[in-house]
Every structure is written in C-alpha cells, then in structure tokens.
T-cell receptor
Framework: DAGVTQSPTHLIKTRGQQVTLRCSPK?????VSWYQQALGQGPQFIFQ???????QRGNFPDRFSGHQFPNYSSELNVNALLLGDSALYLC??????????????FGQGTRLTVV | LAKTTQPISMDSYEGQEVNITCSHN???????ITWYQQFPSQGPRFIIQ???TKVTNEVASLFIPADRKSSTLSLPRVSLSDTAVYYC?????????FGKGTRLHILP
C-alpha cells in the first residue's frame, strides 16, 4: 500500500504565477483534505473534497481552489502566488465513516517556495 | 469544533515516560480526540484516537476522564527519535483542525 503520495516534493515559483499540486489518496480512501503549514506553525485547513465536490472550506481566499477526480485523487491550485504562500502543503486522505471516528493519513507534503 | 490547549514545549530524558495533557473544554458529544506526531518537513502521523476512558496501542496510551474536557497522551520509555511536535485535536465529521502543538524534546 503506497499510502498518500504527493507531487512534486519541492517547487519554486515566482510571485504572480500559478501552481498545481497533486495528491493520490491511500487505497480505499474517498476523502481528501488539503492543509497549508507555514514554518513553525500547525497545519491550517484549506478545504476538503468528497465525491468530487468541495465539502468544507477553511479561511482561505478564492485564489486557492481544488478538484477531486473520479479515482479520488486531488489537485490544489493556487493562483496569483504571493510570497506568503510559501509553505509546506499537506494532503490527507481518510475514509468517510461518519460519527467522528476517522483516521487521516498524511502525505509527505509539497514544499512550495515563492520568490 | 472545540479549541484545544496544550503546552507549547516539553523536555524529557530518554527512557522516561512522558505525559502531555490537552484541554478541550468545549468538546461536543460526537467529537473524538486524536493525537498526531510530526517530524520536521514531514506530514503528521496518526498516533492514537479515543472517545472516553483509556485507549492503548503499541505506541502510546490515551487517558480521557469522564467529563472529556481534557486528555493525556502517555508515551512510555521515550527515545531520542520521539523528539517531534505532538498535536492534540478534536475532530468531527472528517474535519481535522490543528492547534499549535507541543514541541517535545528528548534529551540523552
């Protein structure tokens, strides 16, 4: 079982550009969540996808968008990059069991640097 | 979701038992308590999850009192490799919200 895989592992972009990050969930998982983690901070929830739709969203601007494909993989898109978008972007997958009893598996993350 | 409060940092020595306590005063009936471990530049790793009383796995124990307003993660006989950030969080319906975590530093 490959677990959660993210690509690329590192990325350098210029301010104003657009970026797409990719995530393949753990086998059997149908829910994908994205997080942004700045240096020294805890991960911040961006949004969550289930059944190809955005189900929940954190406090992030519309520059952050996503997509989930029929095979449950997901993309995170960030437009008009700002220096402050530099962070580790984490993808987590889980199985929608409901009742709050969920174990999320995280990928290794994509380190995005905006210059 | 209930806000969690935990110590910013802790130091301990190899071989000792480490207990990290987290408070979650506004926990709701359907909320579970989960602990994650994170090493630098890696994604968080699930440690343990519980609803009430005590849960134990091969890595840790989780103690939850009857009122569920706090929980304690217990790491038996820590080693240098347990140096990491530990996050206590309350999750409901797959939404996981992280706090600042506790930076645990294990000394030789």
């Amino acid at each position: 079982d490959a677990g959660v895989t993210q690509s690329p592992t590192h990325l350098i972009k210029t301010r104003g550009q657009q970026v797409t990050l990719r995530c393949s969930p753990k086998s059997g998982h149908d829910t994908v969540s994205w997080y942004q983690q700045a240096l020294g901070q805890g991960p911040q929830f961006i949004f969550q996808y289930y059944e190809e739709e955005e189900r929940q969203r954190g406090n992030f601007p519309d520059r952050f968008s996503g997509h989930q494909f029929p095979n449950y993989s997901s993309e995170l898109n960030v437009n008009a990059l700002l220096l402050g978008d530099s962070a580790l972007y984490l993808c987590a997958s889980s199985l929608a069991l409901g009742e709050g009893n969920t174990e999320a598996f995280f990928g290794q993350g994509t380190r995005l640097t905006v210059v | 979701l209930a806000k969690t409060t935990q110590p910013i940092s802790m130091d301990s020595y190899e071989g000792q038992e480490v207990n990290i306590t987290c408070s979650h005063n506004n926990i709701a009936t359907n909320d579970y308590i989960t602990w994650y471990q994170q090493f630098p530049s890696q994604g968080p790793r699930f440690i343990i999850q519980g609803y009430k009383t005590k849960v134990t796995n091969e890595v840790a124990s989780l103690f939850i009192p009857a009122d569920r307003k706090s929980s304690t993660l217990s790491l038996p006989r820590v080693s240098l490799s347990d140096t990491a950030v530990y996050y206590c969080l309350v999750n409901r319906d797959d939404k996981i919200i992280f706090g600042k975590g506790t930076r645990l530093h294990i000394l030789p």
